[in-house]
């Protein structure tokens, strides 16, 4: 079984998630911003990722991680029992997405597809973000399932689980389990548990300030009311 525990204080309640819910992923970003807890580069993903599917909209949810290979046969006996990890996400509290892995220096196979996604999603997980790759497109985007992933593979090749329930890194973004996700077609990125509350009040005054920017830009000569409304650092 893996070491590592749950990284969450307390889950938010299904009002305050849809919340969250209600905004893109860049505007979580800069709220979270505001609150000064972390550098700016960390807990976001980088341009490598790919959301496959953008009309399933905004996906957020507690990490259940895993590590996978998909360069190399798995070891027998198998490190890990899959029944354990399926239970693991079956009793994983809250709204929950999976974030996964891959060790292979390039994906060699795609993990992810028709069967996987609708096994998740009978076990609680509503997408997967992983920088392995991916198939099925048409059949996993109609079971509802969201695919973030670095690319697209015909193939299984050897991808296997390798852990599960330890902290993992996709895309430069660190994950531990039960961090709170948010994800959408930019991207991803990890919102802090001490500040989860506080994150949608702070993303609704960011869209205010925006509305006033772009209604100085009707104005004949906007200039100087955009040189007020933007902050200098920009």
Not at 11 to 20: G, Q
Not at 200 to 207: H, V
Not at 228 to 233: A, Q, V
């Amino acid at each position: 079984m893996p070491a590592s525990s749950d990284s969450r204080t307390e889950i938010l309640n299904t009002a305050e998630l849809d919340a969250l819910r209600q905004f893109s992923t860049p505007t979580i970003a800069n709220a979270i911003e505001t609150f000064q807890v972390r550098p700016r580069l960390e807990g976001v993903t980088s341009p490598a990722i790919r959301c496959l599917f953008p009309r399933l909209g905004v996906l957020v949810g507690y990490a259940c991680t895993a590590v996978i290979n998909s360069s190399q046969p798995s070891a027998l006996p198998r490190k890990i029992s899959r029944r354990d990890y399926w239970e693991h996400i079956r009793k994983f509290g809250g709204p929950r997405l999976s974030v996964v892995e891959d060790l292979a220096p390039a994906p060699q196979g795609a993990y992810w597809g028709e069967i996987n996604a609708n096994m998740h999603l009978a076990l609680g997980s509503r997408g997967v973000i992983t920088n392995g790759t991916v198939r099925d497109l048409s059949e996993v985007e109609r079971a509802g399932f969201h695919f973030f992933a670095s690319g697209v593979q015909v193939s299984h090749g050897y991808a296997h689980l390798e852990d599960y329930g330890i902290t993992v890194a996709v895309f430069g973004m660190t994950v531990k389990p039960g961090d709170l996700i948010h994800a959408d077609q930019h991207g991803a990125v990890v919102i802090p548990h001490e500040i989860a509350r506080e994150v949608a009040p702070a993303a609704r005054a960011i869209e205010l300030r925006e509305q006033a920017m772009l209604a100085a830009c009707a104005l004949e000569n906007p200039i100087d009311e955009l040189d007020r409304l933007i902050s200098p650092e920009y």
